[in-house]
């Protein structure tokens, strides 16, 4: 039997190794897919000059995607919970691939509204069932940085997608194939092949790992199983999710995320139309370009994660965050071309940073009974912005032939959402009192049901 200081040991060497070897897998995974989600934004012009999608249909099935992925999002995590999250992480990208691949021979609008719907048919569950691995793998004490540094990749991920899409588009008329096609055919086949090899580098089970030796992974299975036992509750109470909607913190969760990812998808989708603005510019160098508010975004987010560490309260950084988005956005419906993208960059920062932030703060303001199914409503109806903002942007440029009008709307989206954030409720970091410990105890009182958990942590209180 081994002993207490030996299995911490091994948890600790047991995570270590986890960080090193699996999680740079579930890096690339994110690339392949914020390359398939995205380079639709890079071929917009292509697909209009060849195909005869213009701004309003672009937009509208760029937002297909997330129609699909918010009605295929529960049943892709019941599926996950049947076959285990290796195979259905792997059937995920092998299907997505398989649909981005069949964009390459796209030949009207409604088969590219067909195939958006179907690509995000096929991805809903990706992000939730990543999460899924690392409850299954990694301890809570190290959950969070896992999240953290996957979540920090999608902004290296699309800082990426820009020079591999604008090489991508470089191909054009070689072999006869358009430069659309290559995009959207060879990053189609790259998430086939990653997810087939992903199949076999992935282990299903901490048991399964021949990385690991046999007193790491009976350290770490049986701190997984015993954290499991720790958050079981003992009443069976299930939360229902239609009342969580008509809570005040969940719709006031549910519209600051709304707006973070208003901003985070018009970008996505438009920003190299933008771009192609500045004179001059070509598809290769619209993808560089393209890359530099996401660059920004991750050195951004790198230092507001430092200063999240040691701040009591979130609050401030995240309206600081949405001021800084909604600051950057308004100068850049206001600058000329070039100095548009500057002032994008400095909005990329502060919206880009405040995903993160905003994380933090249902995790510490919501009771643990309903931490899981409001992460799962927030996240659902917030993603809607993913919709919203593409065929936004789309109806005002084929109306006013410019997305100008669209980035003031932004810029208000996420003044209102930095207002918002004042009456959240949010459990400040402090150390541990007399009364936080007694709340504890109160927490874990048997008698202590989902419904009363929903109506104890969730009252809006009045921002300190």
């Known amino acids: 039997m081994q002993s207490v ?52 249909a672009y937009g509208f099935g760029a937002g297909l995607f997330f129609i699909a992925y918010a009605i295929f999002e529960l049943p892709s995590n019941v599926m996950m919970e ?23 021979f796209v ?19 990706f992000f939730p069932a990543v999460i899924f691995y690392f409850a299954r793998w990694v301890p809570a004490g190290q959950r969070g940085k896992a999240t953290a540094i996957f979540i920090a990749g999608s902004s290296i991920a699309a800082a990426l997608s820009g020079p591999i899409a604008g090489l991508l588009l470089s191909l054009h008329d070689v072999l006869g194939i358009r430069g659309w096609q ?13 997810g087939i ?7 299903a089970k901490i048991q399964d790992a021949k990385w690991l030796s046999a007193g790491e992974k009976t350290a770490l299975a049986k701190a997984i199983a015993d954290e499991d036992a720790q958050h079981a509750t003992t009443d069976g109470g299930k939360v229902n999710r239609w009342k969580m909607l008509l809570n005040p913190q969940i719709l006031l969760l549910c519209g600051i995320y709304f707006s973070v990812q208003l901003s985070i998808y018009a970008n996505t989708f438009w920003l190299p139309t933008i771009v192609k603005q500045i004179p001059g510019t070509t598809d290769l160098s619209v993808g560089f370009l393209s890359s530099i508010p996401w660059v920004c975004a991750v050195v951004a987010m790198y230092f507001a994660a430092r200063m999240q560490d040691k701040a009591k309260s979130k609050k401030p950084l995240l309206v600081a965050a949405l001021l ?43 009771h643990p009974l309903v931490l899981a199914p409001a992460i799962a409503t927030i996240n659902s109806l917030g993603n809607l912005g993913g919709f919203v903002a593409p065929f936004g942007f789309g ?38 009192s007399l009364s936080e410990t007694q709340s504890h105890e109160q927490e874990a009182e048997p008698g202590k049901g989902a419904a009363s958990a929903v109506s104890d942590s969730l009252e809006p209180v009045p921002a300190r």
């Open 5 to 56: 200081d030996t299995a911490v040991t091994d948890v600790a060497l047991a995570t270590k190794k986890f960080f090193k070897r699996v999680l740079p897998i579930m890096l690339v995974m994110l690339v392949c897919n914020q390359l398939n989600r995205s380079n639709i934004g890079y071929a917009h012009e292509h697909l209009e000059a060849d195909v005869g999608i213009g701004a309003a």
């Open 82 to 104: 049947k076959y285990g999250a290796k195979v259905w992480l792997a059937r995920i990208m092998v299907s997505w691939g398989i649909v981005s691949f069949l964009m390459a």
């Open 107 to 125: 030949q009207n609008e409604m088969m590219f509204y067909v195939l958006r719907f179907l690509l995000g048919a096929a991805e809903a569950g």
């Open 182 to 194: 290559w995009l959207f055919g060879f990053e189609g086949l790259l998430s086939v092949v990653v």
């Open 197 to 203: 090899v992903v199949f076999f580098l992935l282990d």
């Open 324 to 366: 800084v988005a909604a600051v950057g956005t308004l100068a850049a419906a206001m600058a000329t071309p070039v100095l548009a993208l500057v002032f994008l960059a400095i909005a990329a920062m502060g919206f880009k940073s405040a995903s993160p932030l905003f994380w933090t703060i249902p995790q510490s303001g919501l």
């Open 395 to 432: 109806l005002i440029k084929e109306a006013t032939g410019s997305v100008v009008p669209g980035l003031f709307a932004l810029a208000a989206a996420s003044t209102v959402a930095a207002g918002l954030v004042y009456f959240l409720k949010e459990r400040r970091s402090t150390p541990p």
